[in-house]
């Protein structure tokens, strides 16, 4: 067989557009597709579809889905082939999780395709259904959406056979590509299996090559080969042309193949998403941010950090990283930070961003694209309510006021300790008061022995108190000050019997029991 029959054999698998190698899977026409759109938040279209798996053989099927309807949430992926010939290793259905789907976004998923022996080069007709929760949180379902698939020929290398294409290539990253090769013609040694790419995306290390030696391969002895492949961050879903061709030694002559091209579909690029987010953040206060992390794949994510990248000059968080641990794909897990507002910030929103850090297939150190957050801050709050009652005194007397403390946080304080201040007229005999806990919006009464002089006008004088406490995670703060009005009343002994004294009832017995005696004595002198 010449190069040119073997190439031609290839391009059955392969069709180029812009540089990108499309498998022959092609969905059906855009009515077919359209004729599922029938719920506003349930839209999606079927962008491109891909396959490389030969008859007789295994590879991938990958699928780009976008989403025309608004954000969904917790979307799922399905795929049926109703014929045995082509499916989905022993099922004839396959199923990825892809979570929060936001609109317009495109998702990509890929999935192991087998092609049965008997299979035919013609297209198998597949259909999707994507499963989501919408923006009311009820759940839906959107499709069938049908496309056909269509296995290549025998992928054969004169007397090789390849019998599976497999990769765990990653957009962004590098991994691995495996191909799986029968010799279908007697025993050969010292084979030298090459690989070489024929695009720009995908790339052997620096090389554009790669080999791998087998001393000695037997007949019908199937041999699988891994290569290390660095994928560009613009890589997109598709098929990718490499160039497969084998050198070896039988009864002592060196032969070689002519390269044949197989596809390679590499998956798309490791991202994360953020959902329920929420913030209690005010001006001058400390707050929280908390929500939850979601790993969309495609692959696992061990060692997960959430990292606190960027906040603003007006936030300062304790701690900028948090642990999420390994996350699967689709695998969800809460985070919450603890931030510092500062006194010169703005109430509204503000914008904070993360990126995630993790480890890829290899253990080596990989980071997720930046993950921005628009956050409220609300107006100041004070942290404690004060509200006075029985906050009057009599001009030259004493009396207790009482002033209920009430929790305006969002957490439990302790150790409060309150200091009141008073200018004269006024004084206090002890200024200062404890309370031992507050939960959120739990309240406690405080008491001051308040004293005005005797002179004191009527009228309304301040009290300043202020409040040291301790917050949840051990630190002591200081409030601003706090104004209570103390009302100052005028002693009520205006009138002969003013009872507003114990000076003024003693006055009013002595009179009272004249005027008795002097009434007694006029009565007996007039008998």
């Known amino acids: 067989m010449n190069g040119r029959a073997v190439i031609s054999i290839g391009l059955l698998l392969l069709v180029i557009h812009g540089g990108l190698w499309t498998g022959t899977a092609n969905p059906t026409s855009g009515a077919a597709i359209e004729q599922e759109a029938q719920t506003p938040t349930g839209q999606f279209r079927i962008v491109s579809v891909a396959s490389n798996v030969p008859i007789n053989g295994t590879g991938n099927l990958s699928i780009t889905f976008e989403n025309t309807g608004e954000d969904v949430s917790n979307a799922s992926i399905s795929v049926r082939s109703p014929n045995e010939s082509v499916r989905f290793g022993p099922s004839q259905t396959a199923r990825k999780q892809v979570g929060n789907w936001a609109a317009g976004e495109r998702r990509t998923v890929k999935y192991g395709l087998l092609a049965e022996e008997f299979a035919e080069v013609k297209n198998y007709p597949f259909e999707a259904n994507i499963s989501f929760t919408a923006g009311d949180g009820s759940r839906r379902r959107a499709g069938p959406y049908t496309f056909g698939v269509q296995p290549s020929e025998r992928i054969r290398l004169e007397r090789f056979e390849v019998t599976s294409i497999s990769s765990n290539v990653q957009a962004g990253d590098t991994g691995v590509i495996s191909v799986t090769v029968e010799n279908t013609g007697r025993d050969v040694n010292d084979a030298i299996v090459s690989l070489r790419s024929a695009n720009e995306q995908l790339t052997l290390g620096r090389s554009p090559n790669a080999s791998q030696f087998v001393n000695e391969w037997s007949s019908n002895e199937r041999q699988t080969f891994q290569y290390r492949v660095t994928a560009k961050n613009d890589t997109v879903g598709g098929s990718y042309p490499f160039s497969l061709s084998i050198s070896y030694r039988e009864e002592g002559t060196r032969n070689r193949t002519e390269p044949h091209l197989i596809g390679i579909i590499p998956d798309p690029e490791q991202s994360f998403s953020f959902d329920t987010l929420t913030s209690t953040l005010r001006v001058g206060q400390e707050g929280t941010v908390s929500g939850t992390v979601t790993n969309e794949g495609p692959q696992r994510a061990p060692n997960a950090v959430l990292d606190l990248t960027s906040q603003g000059e007006n936030l300062s968080p304790k701690e900028t990283e948090y642990a999420l641990g390994s996350l699967d794909a689709g695998e969800s897990t809460p985070f919450e930070y603890r931030i510092d507002v500062s006194d010169s910030a703005d109430r509204g929103p503000q914008q904070l961003s993360f990126v995630v850090r993790y480890q890829n297939q290899d ?165």
């Open 363 to 527: 253990g080596d150190p990989r980071q997720s694209k930046p993950l921005d957050a628009r956050v409220p801050v609300g107006p100041r709050r004070d942290e404690f309510r004060i509200d006075a009652k029985r906050a009057s005194v009599e001009a030259g007397s004493t009396a207790t006021v009482s002033l209920v403390v009430t929790n305006n946080d969002d957490r439990t304080v302790r150790n409060i300790d309150a200091q009141a201040f008073v200018d004269s007229p006024l004084t206090i005999n002890d200024n200062g008061a404890f309370i031992e806990k507050l939960e959120p919006n739990e309240s406690a009464t405080i008491r001051f022995d308040v004293s005005a002089d005797g002179g004191t006008l009527p009228n309304a004088y301040p009290m300043s108190v202020d409040f040291q406490y301790d917050t949840p995670d051990g630190e002591t703060k200081l409030t601003d000050t706090y104004e209570v009005p103390i009302r100052v009343t005028a002693p009520r002994q205006e009138g002969v019997l003013s009872f507003s004294s114990g000076t003024g009832r003693l006055v009013a017995i002595v009179v009272l029991a004249v005027l008795l005696v002097l009434v007694a004595v006029f009565v007996i002198r007039r008998r």
